[in-house]
């Protein structure tokens, strides 16, 4: 079921909510559980029913994995095998559905056997609800969690305001918020904060990040050949519809669970303002890059080993988050480039040399916007084909009106014309994407905005000219572009 839909907005949501403090209220606590477990497993099974099997059985073996962890936590050696046999078969499972075919594939490239791709579809939030049971029991053999409770443990794994597209939450800091009596009556407050946050990141999906995905999609995939200027609008387009699109998604599960009364970490602090690339991990996917901090980098030695290892830990790293994203070598490209950025930036801070705000900026957003080129890219021919128009290796066509100012550039090849005719765009789409890179760049997140949220008729009022706009626009949905990670 998407957020960004009328059943989920005017059925699936109020109902559920309405349902469970009425439990609550009844002092049917775990009656009240029950039926946000029941509830999350519906929204997972209305996209396809044939996978709450797969949820469901992922969910007990891990729980029965945890209960192992936490009886025998004496036995040294057979907790860490039953640790092992717990992650192995996690990651068991996220291969055979996420990465068979691309095995497959890889095999058949360098090989002269041709086996039959599985055509495997890949199930929803595969990868969050895997990441997410990787935590629990590694934190639970590091004695971080004591859980019992097959419920306790079934309502943390299927919380449906996080279950398809993160974020990524550790079992200590979303389960004891259920078991807090204040927790169990409605907050006004807290209402009115999941209400804004919900509706600020569904305008933020289907107005913005829908927009600038047309824009995306026509110099990605249905375009040759892209000049300078359309390449740069192409690849500038992608880079804000990826963050409207994500964090918009993450606003709306954060705002939806806060509705219950429960705060979810923050996934998103105005990544694109970030002046290093450290600075940008510390800000993109939050808990993402807390997971593979905690759960890879650390683990392999961190920061504690010699230089040389610190900077492989850091390559094996994001090559890890490059394939966890997707099936694919693009995939792989774009974390180690982000990898290799790191290993630079960890060798710059060794320097004296320290660059001004803006043009650290200025590097950091570029680097970024052309790493994003490989996440998006359907092959490297594409890719390529968007790199080489951004640097004008196929043609620069300048607005029509500056030629009176630039006519000298035309002997060295420089064109003038209308400028967005093969991308179908026009003056309006350009001054709409300035907004929206602006907004990125100047404004506040929605959690600052959220933080002042109080429930007023001034804020009611606001609230709802920005819900109404976004439901009118519920007609052209798309699908959240991390469902297919």
């Known amino acids: 079921m998407l957020f960004n839909s009328y059943v989920f907005i005017f059925l699936f949501l109020p109902i559920t909510f309405a349902i469970y403090f009425a439990l609550n ?44 962890l936490i009886q025998r936590r004496n036995h040294v050696a057979f907790s860490r095998l039953a640790l092992m046999i717990g992650i192995a078969g996690n990651l068991s499972l996220l291969a055979y559905f996420k990465y068979m075919d691309f095995f497959i594939m890889n ?9 039959k791709l599985l055509h495997i579809t890949l199930p929803l939030g595969i990868s969050f609800f895997t990441f997410t049971q990787i935590s629990y029991l590694v934190d639970t053999a590091r004695g971080t969690v004591r859980e019992f409770s097959l419920l306790n443990y079934a309502l943390f794994v299927t919380f449906f305001p996080r279950l398809l597209v993160g974020p990524i939450v550790r079992h200590q800091e979303m389960m004891p918020q259920f078991n807090t009596l204040r927790n169990k009556i409605l907050n006004d407050r807290h209402i009115a904060q999941g209400l804004t946050l919900f509706f600020l990141g569904l305008f933020k999906k289907v107005v913005i990040a829908d927009t600038l995905a047309e824009w995306a999609n026509t110099g990605f995939d249905q375009t040759q050949s892209l000049a300078l200027i359309e390449a740069w609008m192409t690849s500038l387009s992608y880079t804000l519809q990826l963050y409207y699109d994500f964090s918009g998604y993450t606003d709306m599960a954060l705002g939806a669970a806060l509705l219950f009364n429960i705060k979810l970490p923050i996934n998103f602090n ?78 710059w801070q060794k320097t004296p040399f320290r660059l001004p705000r803006l043009v650290s900026w200025i590097i950091t957003f570029n680097f970024v916007n052309a790493a994003w080129i490989f996440f998006r890219a359907q092959s490297f021919s594409d890719a390529m084909k968007v790199l080489k128009g951004m640097v004008g290796l196929t043609g620069v066509i300048l607005p029509e009106k500056f030629i009176h100012l630039f006519a000298v550039l035309k002997q060295y090849g420089i064109q003038f014309g209308d400028v967005f005719t093969t991308m179908g765009w026009n003056q309006r789409t350009f001054y709409c994407f300035m907004v929206c890179f602006l907004m990125a760049l100047f404004f506040k997140n929605s959690n600052e905005i959220v933080e002042r949220v109080r429930p007023t008729w001034r804020a009611a009022g606001a609230l709802s000219v920005i819900s109404i706009y976004a439901i009118f626009n519920l007609q052209k949905v798309r699908e959240f572009i991390y469902f297919n990670f």
Not at 57 to 68: K, P, Q, R, V
């Open 25 to 68: 209220r009844k002092k049917l606590i775990i009656a009240a559980k029950g039926w946000l477990i029941v509830a999350s497993f519906f929204f997972y099974g209305y996209w396809n029913p044939i996978y709450v099997p797969l949820l469901l059985g992922s969910l007990l073996f891990n729980y029965a994995i945890g209960s192992i």
């Open 107 to 115: 095999i058949n490239a360098l090989s002269s056997l041709n086996l």
């Open 270 to 347: 105005s990544p694109y303002k970030s002046c290093t690339i450290q600075e940008f991990w510390r800000r993109w996917h939050m808990t993402l890059s807390r997971f593979v901090r905690d759960y890879i980098y650390i683990p392999l030695g961190g920061s504690r080993v010699p230089e040389p290892q610190i900077l492989v830990n850091i390559l094996i790293t994001f090559f890890l988050v490059g394939l966890w994203h997707g099936a694919g070598w693009t995939f792989v490209i774009w974390g180690l480039l982000h990898g290799g950025a790191l290993v630079v930036f960890h060798f």
